[in-house]
């Protein structure tokens, strides 16, 4: 039998199968879809392959033998295998790169070095055990690997790379009783009176026969003890297989479905009627903040469970929060497998196995739960489906979006992209009928509206000799509520900081005059430059619009404004979630729910407090610095600040209690921030077109960027003008180029990077014109010169 095998060697040469040769000990228990160990190249050189195919035919005598296989059952099944191929066209990313991403990392490949014995008579040998080998770190903790290294020369050892396999499974010790309990007066008798440790382990074991060894340390007992049980008969001990549970300290309460308003009603019988003619759909689920869509998940999850089927949903890492999964485990219970970067390795294995072995029927999870193994999936849910996290930025650069309905395919089964603020291309895409578009018009809670929304002029405040981070009416707002004892969210916008310069007189931010952009500052050149089309001026003293010279930096950080706020009301218990407060395992949860029981009046945070929190006693949210990621030199900057500030609005105003929003900006009459105000996500969507469709970007055309770096200016440089005369004499002149360029961070790491994006509607020979430029870069990377490719990219910069 032969085998083809991907080898965990992610070059242009070797990405295609190799073949091996399948020893008879193997032939029995080999599958595809399975990893296993291969030598390769230099033949004491063993690495981890995965199987894709088996060919029942002669052997040849020339191949090399596979030594052995790393899994029992395959870790990839034949979907999974087969989308592995799409994800490496779509992406441009090697195949075993693919493979590995699906996969939880405990099962990607570390390799051991070993030094074996070859001659057995030489006086090493001594320190040789039964298996002949000797790992590297241990020879070298003997302080013989000096000496090894020449016994090596000598060819008295050689040295050996193995794949290590890491995904262990964690077992926990059992006692079991083996004493009948109505001999248990028989076997007291043998004991001695003074043993009462002996007498008391006996009464425990006919009492509790079979428990964790814990139990029994708990109840005083030592190992010795319960040794000696088992020199006397009493008791054996069993490994019995357990997962390690992020969730085993939390009890769920059980809830039960909501009756549903007619729009989640409608939502819900479409969805599920499509599945049942097992159509495929894509639907776009578009509901205002506070709608309901989370219970239009769960009740369609529901239906479909009851038909045994399976279900995902997914959501962006920070909306993966504590009252997220609780809404799913409490209503699905132990069906929930929950995949999060919260995890350990161990634990998210162990959630990966649950589903595998079909223990889980629901997996909730970030981007990458998209290749959860699950089987026969009733319906996938892509949650705040604008979200940019969706998208892998490093290979294999895909977007889960596209995953999913590549999988909703292959299950006939429905996809919902659910949000309040749709990206512009899935909107675009239910406006041509390609998706099936589904309203929720009102809150759900029906004593619930949609918060008031203000806009503070920050241009007026500075007026007014008010230099604080927070406008007056802001503050009244805040006090009002501390006396109210009423929750306040206060978002501190840091996306784009201190990246540009701006006016503090009028406002004014430096414009290309070649792109409809704002310039960004390089603090390394001092100069602003356009990220588009490469234009480049000095930074102003005085404001060219107003004369003024208030020219600043923009930017602050959220510690500096929890001192200011902390400063203005003295009494008031804040809490602030940024980076610095979340980085330990566990400190976002903390935080929530301190807030959650009301231990904080405000919580003062970055994007990561925007989304999927859902608490009654929230009526003011602030945003202190709406203009931030409007001035990022990204033709998406008007789309991310409309979608942030109507999802952070959304914390207000959830139940009974009304909502206020307080929007604070330099740029009133921009168009996203006029209109989420008016909280009018269509009226945003039909101008924002406009605006695409007057400067050419998505959705009215599809984009590629190649990006190229290397250590040199020059040399990066060099090659990607020669790549773009290479695409230009290819591409048909409708197309458009931009660049190439330096990108947004030039330098990063002593690497420059530069960068090409193409703009196009219809290239049959794109896609082989970039698999060209890819395999001639493969010579290139000798010369530390490395060329990527990012399909439909969702930074510009
Ligand atoms: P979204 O995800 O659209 O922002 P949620 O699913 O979080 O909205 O729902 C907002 C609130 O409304 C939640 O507290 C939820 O329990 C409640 N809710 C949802 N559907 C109903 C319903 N049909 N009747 C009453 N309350 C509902
Ligand atoms: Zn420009």
Not at 161 to 182: A, E
Not at 293 to 319: F, H, R
Request: charged share 25%.
């Amino acid at each position: 039998m032969l085998a083809e095998i991907i080898v965990d060697v992610p070059t242009m040469q070797t990405d295609q199968p190799f073949t091996y040769f399948v020893p008879d000990k193997l032939a029995e228990v080999i599958e595809v879809g399975m990893r296993v160990e291969v030598p390769f190249g230099n033949s004491d050189r063993h690495i981890q392959g995965f199987v894709t195919g088996l060919l029942d035919t002669e052997a040849e005598t020339t191949l090399k033998p596979i030594i052995r296989t790393l899994d029992l059952a395959p870790v990839l099944n034949q979907e999974l295998l087969q989308l592995a191929d799409y994800m490496k066209e779509t992406t441009f990313a090697f195949k075993i790169t693919c493979f590995q991403t699906m996969l939880p990392s405990v099962m990607k490949a570390e390799y051991q070095k070993n030094f074996v014995l070859i001659d057995r008579n030489h006086p090493i040998h001594t320190y040789f055990s039964e298996s002949e080998s000797l790992a590297w770190q241990e020879v070298e903790s003997l302080g013989l690997l000096n000496q090894f290294k020449k016994l090596r020369a000598e060819n008295v050892v050689e040295l050996q790379y193995v794949v290590k396999n890491k995904n262990k499974v964690k077992t926990i010790r059992y006692v079991k009783s083996l004493i009948n309990p109505d001999r248990l007066s028989s076997v007291i008798e043998t004991i001695k009176k003074t043993a009462k440790r002996q007498k008391q382990l006996v009464e425990l074991l006919v009492e509790h026969p079979t428990q964790p060894i814990s139990f029994y340390k708990e109840q005083g007992l030592t190992t010795s003890i319960l040794n000696q049980g088992v020199d006397n008969g009493w008791l054996v001990f069993e490994e019995v297989e357990a997962y390690r549970d992020p969730y085993k300290h939390r009890t769920f309460e059980q809830t039960h479905s909501l009756a549903l308003n007619n729009e989640q009603q409608q939502a819900v019988e479409t969805i599920l009627s499509s599945a049942t003619q097992e159509k495929s759909d894509v639907f776009l689920l578009e509901g205002i903040t506070g709608s309901g869509k989370t219970e239009v998940y769960l009740q369609t999850i529901a239906s479909l469970l009851a038909q045994g089927k399976t279900a995902m949903m997914l959501v962006p890492e920070i909306a993966l929060t504590p009252q997220m999964v609780e809404r799913f485990k409490s209503r699905f219970g132990e069906a929930v497998a929950v995949l999060h970067s919260g995890l350990s390795y161990g634990e998210k294995y162990d959630e990966w196995r649950k589903i595998e072995r079909k223990e889980a029927q629901v997996v909730v999870g970030a981007r990458s739960a998209i290749f959860a193994p699950l089987e026969n999936i009733g319906v996938i849910i892509i949650d705040e489906e604008h979200e940019a996290s969706y998208k892998q930025e490093e290979a294999p650069r895909y977007h889960a979006r596209d995953l999913a309905i590549w999988r909703g395919k292959y299950h006939h089964c429905p996809v919902i992209l659910g949000s309040a603020t749709p990206s512009l291309e899935s909107r675009a895409r239910a406006q041509k009928k390609v998706y099936h578009l589904l309203h929720l018009s009102q809150r759900a809670n029906p004593n619930a509206t949609l918060p008031s929304v203000q806009v503070v002029d920050l241009k007026d405040e500075f007026v007014q000799k008010n230099t604080s981070t927070f406008s007056r009416i802001l503050q009244e707002k805040i006090t009002d509520r501390l006396a109210k004892k009423e929750q306040i969210v206060l978002l501190l916008n840091r996306r784009g900081y201190s990246s540009f310069v701006m006016c503090r007189d009028c406002g004014y931010v430096l414009p290309c005059p070649n792109c409809d952009i704002s310039l960004t500052l390089h603090m390394d050149t001092k100069t602003m430059r356009c990220h588009y089309c490469g234009h480049e001026e000095a930074i102003p003293h005085r404001c060219p619009d107003c004369g003024g010279n208030k020219i600043r930096y923009y930017g602050t950080g959220t510690q500096k404004v929890e001192e200011e706020l902390q400063a203005l009301f003295p009494e008031a218990r804040i809490v602030r979630m940024d980076v610095d407060t979340t980085r330990r395992k566990g400190a976002h949860e903390k935080i929530l729910q301190t807030f959650g029981e009301q231990k904080a009046d405000i919580l003062l945070g970055t994007q990561m407090i925007a989304k999927g929190l859902d608490f009654p006693n929230i009526t003011l949210v602030g945003v202190l610095n709406a203009d931030t990621a409007l001035n990022l030199p990204d033709f998406r900057s008007s789309e991310r600040t409309f979608q942030l500030l109507t999802q952070v609005s959304g914390r207000a105003g959830r139940a009974e209690k009304a909502g206020e929003v307080i929007i604070q900006t330099f740029n009133p009459d921009h168009h996203a921030i006029v209109l989420a105000q008016a909280q009018d996500y269509e009226q945003f969507y039909q101008k924002e077109m406009q605006m695409r469709h007057q400067s050419g970007y998505p959705p009215y055309y599809f984009t590629v960027k190649i990006s190229c770096s290397h250590p040199e200016e020059q040399v990066v440089a060099k090659k990607m003008f020669q790549i773009a005369q290479q695409v230009r004499q290819t591409l048909s002149p409708q197309s458009i180029l931009l660049g190439p360029i330096p990108s947004g961070v030039a330098r990063v790491k002593n690497r420059y990077h530069y960068q090409l994006i193409i703009k196009y509607k219809r290239e049959p020979l794109l896609q082989g014109l970039l698999r060209e430029i890819l395999e001639e870069s493969q010579k290139d990377q000798r010369k530390n010169l490395y060329v990527s490719i990012d399909n439909e990219p969702l930074n510009f910069i």
